[in-house]
């Protein structure tokens, strides 16, 4: 018989499953199970193997659709590919939600320091799982990647950390077999432009900064003395804010950092640094030059304090890293080299320390003016009559 919808609906029901084969598409056919559901099916061979396929069941799917998907399975089978067991393998490869999960428990916790941790964590949580979470993750693209980038591009530079964080991923997906290797999506997708912010205390703000911080010591000490600790050291934040006393050589003069955002590194203390060291209270029991209010803790929460101190200071558009920045630019403009203000400041890139090289520039103009001067007078002066 031919099949045709009606004539699929009209197969009698016996209580027993069997097939009936349409006369014109071989191995196209309609099975009539004991309970007289029905459905069409296909019947192909892939290589030595014979196999069955269901197509759809008769009430949902017209006759003509049914024939041309058992056609193209049929037609695809002819030339080696088993259409189903692809389908299959699709539903079951890992997706980008799958590689998150991996990439949590088996990578974030191994690899990254705390604070990085903790960026990697919100990143995947606010931005890869729901905009790429259900992607399979060997079938995503660059042209994808490329327009989730852009879609963020009201924050460029949110928007560089979540590619670079998804590159990280998907180099870990390769290696753990669940994508091709050497075809990571992320290559080449070009970043948007960052504007590095430059604020640099002058020397009027930093007189203002300092009777704000005397105010605030005589209420909340530790705080204060990360402040003072971070603008005469050049430190990062968490390096002044998680500081232990075993760290601290006095003998030396110097700080040893076991951990710092680029690993190990020694700051060397100036004397106004160790005299202020030296007048921090210690904590019996707690390991932290900077205590918090927790035993055995450190401060937490410098945010706070630091809005209180550039309130007084009238300092409202200075960040806490800015005095990072201007213990570099006070390096440069005293002199330093740039490879030398990145030795002080703990850069391993050169291309980092380089921001400063137009403060670097000043002693040399400076020098050039004077030399200029000499000059100019040496003439003259020397001027017949």
């Known amino acids: 018989m031919k099949i045709t919808q009606r004539s699929a609906i009209a197969l009698p029901i016996t209580g027993q499953s069997y097939v009936e084969w349409d006369d014109e598409t071989k191995g196209f056919g309609v099975r009539v199970n004991a309970d007289g559901t029905r459905s069409y099916i296909a019947k192909y061979r892939v290589g030595a193997r014979q196999k069955k396929a269901t197509i759809g069941r008769v009430d949902v799917m017209k006759a003509e659709a049914a024939r041309k998907a058992a056609l193209k399975l049929m037609t695809a089978a002819n030339d080696g590919v088993d ?8 539903e079951r490869a890992p997706t980008i939600n799958d590689v998150a999960d991996k990439f949590t428990d088996e990578y974030i916790p191994y690899h990254l320091k705390p604070s990085t941790q903790a960026d990697y964590l919100r990143t995947i949580r606010l931005f890869i799982r729901p905009s790429l979470g259900k992607e399979k993750v060997a079938d995503l693209a660059r042209r994808e990647i490329a327009a989730f980038h852009q879609s963020l591009s009201s924050t460029p ?22 994508r091709p ?10 970043r948007f432009k960052e504007r590095k ?10 007189g203002r900064l300092a009777e704000a911080l005397e105010e605030e010591a005589a209420t909340a000490l530790m705080a ?31 700080i040893r950092l076991d951990d710092s955002k680029t690993g190990q590194r020694t700051v060397y ?13 210690r904590v019996p029991g707690n390991p932290y030059v900077i205590v918090g209010d927790e035993p055995g803790a450190h401060l937490t929460d410098l945010q706070r304090p630091w809005r209180r101190v550039r309130k007084r200071a009238g300092l409202n558009d200075v960040r806490i890293h800015d005095l ?3 213990f570099a630019a006070n390096a440069a403009a005293s002199g330093l080299s740039l490879p030398m203000i990145g030795k002080l400041l703990g850069h391993t890139q050169a291309q980092t320390t380089a921001r400063y090289a137009h403060l670097a520039a000043d002693p040399v103009r400076r020098a050039n003016a004077d030399v200029a001067r000499l000059i100019a007078e040496a003439m003259k002066s020397g001027r017949p009559g």
């Open 224 to 254: 204060a003395t990360a402040f003072r600790l971070l603008i005469i050291t050049g430190c990062r934040l968490g390096e002044i804010q998680k500081l232990k006393w075993r760290c601290v050589d006095f003998e030396r003069e110097e």
């Open 181 to 190: 290797e050497g075809i990571n999506p992320c290559l080449r997708v070009k």
């Open 269 to 281: 203390l100036s004397p106004q640094g160790i005299e202020l060291l030296k007048a921090v209270p």
């Open 324 to 326: 990072r920045h201007t």
């Open 83 to 90: 259409v189903v067991e692809r389908e299959k393998a699709s």
């Open 157 to 178: 530079y949110q928007a560089n950390r979540v590619l670079g964080t998804l590159s990280v991923m998907l180099a870990q997906a390769e290696i753990w077999g669940m």
């Open 197 to 206: 912010r430059e604020r640099f205390l002058s020397s009027a703000e930093m």
